[in-house]
C-alpha cells in the first residue's frame, strides 16, 4: 500500500511563551543571521515550507509593553524577501492580515515574491478586528466583529482574481517595438461592495506557481468555511489524536460543497515536540522547558487578561483566585471581556484545576506549555507517521522553543526516521513550486477572470 505522504512547516519562534529567551542558546529574532540559520536548517530537513507570524503592535500590559515583545517585530514581506535569496527550495509563508492591508498592494507584495523566489511564496491570511492593532491604522478599530470573515473572504477572492488577470500570452514580442503588453489579455478587476470599491489592471504577470499559497488558521465555523473555500493549507491547534481526526473529518467533509477534492487542503496542526534518549529523559526536559516557558509572572498577566483584574498580589504556585472577573467593559489586550464568554472560559479553567489539584502556574503550563510529542525521536516519528496515515493530519507545523535552534534536533534525529519509513522526501525536485511540494493541484493562474461587481 502506497504510504500518505507527510508535509511538515517550520514555524520560526516568535515573542510568545513558547519560546525560550532565558535559554543560553537563545539568539536575536531580529537579525538576519537567526532567520538564515532557521531557513537554512528547514531546508536541509527537507520541510516544505517556513512559516513567519507578525504582530502589528507591541502588546501592552496594564500601560507596559510585554516583555517577550522588547525585540521588536520586524516586517515579514521584507524577511521573506532576503530569505528567497539564500534558499532554493523551500516555501516561504508570511502571516499578513486582510484587515489591515488591501488587496492590490498585498496581491502585488506577494506577487512580486512569488516571481523572486521561483513559485515559492505563501500568504497566511488572517483577520484582525480589534481596537488595539487598529490603533495603528487610519481606520483605528472600525471594523465590526463580525465584518472580519466577510472582509477576509472578499478580500482573498479578489487576490485570486488580480493573480488570475494576466492570460498566458499577455505579453506580446514586436519585431519592430520589442515587447509590450497586450491589454486585450490582462483583464481588469472591478469590484464594488461595502467594503471594497477596486477597478485595476494589476501589474504583476503571473508566477511560476500560479499564485502564492493561501494558509489559513480560523476555527470558528466563519473560519472553516473560509479555509474550505479559498484556503490550500489550515494552520489548525488540534493535536490530540481523537480531535484532530474529527476536525480532519469536518474540514475535509466540507470540500465538496465548493467542487474541491481532499488532497486540495492541506491541514498542518502546530505541533511542539521534546526529545529525549529516554522517555523519562523527554518528560524531564518538558518539564524543564516548559518553567521556562511559564515564568510565575507569565501566569499571572494570563489569568489578569482572562479576569480584567489586578492579580499582583497573588501566588502563581497558590490557587486560582475565588473572585469574579470585571466585565464591565471590553479589554482592548488578551480574551474579548464579553460577560458569558468570560465566565464560561473562567468555569472552564477552575473545572481542570480542581480536578488536576493544579496551582496557576501548572494550569497555564497545562493549558499553554503541555507539548505536543515527548519522548524519544523513535516514538515522535511513529507518532507523526501515525497520525498522518490514519488521516488525523496531513502533516505538522513544528513549532521548537529557541530561536534559531529550535528545529535543529528535530531535522538531526526526527527527519531520517520519516525518511526511513517511507513517509517523507530525502530529497526537492528541481523547479518544484510550494504548490508541488504540498502535492496541491495545480492552479490556473491565467484562466479568464470576469469583471464582476
Excluded: C
Excluded at 503588453?181 to 494589476?202: C, G, K, P
Excluded at 499559497?213 to 489548525?236: E, K, L, M, N, Y
Amino acid at each position: 500500500m502506497t504510504r500518505r505522504q507527510i508535509h511538515l512547516a517550520a514555524h520560526f519562534p516568535g515573542v510568545n511563551n513558547t519560546t525560550v529567551w532565558t535559554d543560553p542558546a537563545a539568539q536575536s529574532q531580529i537579525e538576519f543571521s537567526s532567520f538564515e540559520h532557521f531557513a537554512r536548517n528547514a531546508e536541509r530537513g527537507f520541510f516544505d515550507y517556513i512559516f513567519l507570524a507578525e504582530g502589528l503592535r507591541l502588546r501592552e500590559h496594564r500601560g507596559q509593553i510585554h516583555d517577550l515583545d522588547v525585540l521588536g517585530r520586524p516586517n515579514t514581506l521584507a524577511i521573506l524577501a532576503a530569505l528567497a535569496g539564500v534558499t532554493e527550495h523551500i516555501g516561504l509563508v508570511g502571516t499578513l492580515s486582510t484587515t489591515f492591508n488591501e488587496p492590490y498592494e498585498l496581491a502585488r507584495q506577494l506577487g512580486t515574491l512569488d516571481h523572486l523566489s521561483g513559485g515559492r511564496a505563501g500568504w497566511n491570511a488572517v483577520t484582525s478586528s480589534d481596537a488595539f492593532h487598529g490603533a495603528n491604522f487610519r481606520r483605528g478599530g472600525y471594523l465590526d466583529h463580525a465584518d472580519r470573515y466577510t472582509r477576509a473572504s472578499e478580500f482573498a477572492e479578489l487576490s485570486k482574481r488580480l493573480w488570475a488577470s494576466w492570460q498566458d500570452d499577455a505579453i506580446v514580442a514586436d519585431a519592430a517595438t520589442g515587447v509590450f503588453i497586450d491589454d486585450q489579455r490582462v483583464a481588469s478587476v472591478r469590484h464594488q461592495t461595502r467594503l471594497f470599491d477596486i477597478d485595476a489592471l494589476f501589474d504583476v504577470p503571473a508566477s511560476p506557481q500560479g499564485r502564492p499559497v493561501i494558509v489559513q488558521a480560523g476555527d470558528s465555523a466563519d473560519g472553516r468555511d473560509f479555509a474550505t473555500q479559498h484556503a490550500d493549507v489550515i494552520f489548525s491547534l488540534h493535536t490530540e489524536f481523537e480531535d484532530a481526526q474529527e476536525f480532519y473529518r469536518d474540514v475535509k467533509g466540507r470540500l465538496a460543497d465548493h467542487g474541491r477534492t481532499e488532497e486540495s487542503l492541506k491541514i498542518l496542526p502546530a505541533a511542539t515536540f521534546v526529545l529525549g534518549d529516554t522517555l523519562e529523559e523527554a518528560q524531564e526536559r518538558s518539564r524543564e522547558i516548559a518553567l521556562a516557558q511559564v515564568r510565575p509572572e507569565t501566569a499571572i498577566t494570563y489569568l489578569e487578561q482572562v479576569w480584567n483584574r489586578d492579580f499582583s498580589g497573588y501566588d502563581p504556585d497558590g490557587p486560582l483566585p475565588d473572585v469574579e472577573p470585571d466585565t464591565g467593559s471590553e479589554s482592548a489586550q488578551g480574551f474579548a471581556n464579553r460577560h458569558a464568554a468570560v465566565r464560561a472560559r473562567i468555569s472552564k479553567l477552575r473545572e481542570v484545576a480542581t480536578a488536576e489539584n493544579l496551582s496557576i502556574r501548572d494550569l497555564i503550563i497545562r493549558l499553554t506549555a503541555n507539548h505536543t510529542f515527548v519522548g524519544t525521536p523513535e516514538h515522535v516519528a511513529s507518532e507523526i507517521d501515525r497520525y498522518v496515515q490514519e488521516r488525523a493530519t496531513d502533516g505538522f507545523t513544528v513549532v521548537g522553543h529557541l530561536t534559531p535552534h529550535g528545529l535543529d534536533e528535530f531535522t538531526d534525529r526526527v527527519i531520517p526516521l520519516l525518511q526511513e519509513r517511507g513517509s517523507y522526501r530525502d530529497s526537492y525536485e528541481d523547479g518544484a513550486t510550494l504548490h508541488d511540494l504540498l502535492g496541491l493541484p495545480p492552479v490556473r493562474a491565467n484562466a479568464p477572470v470576469g469583471a464582476g461587481v
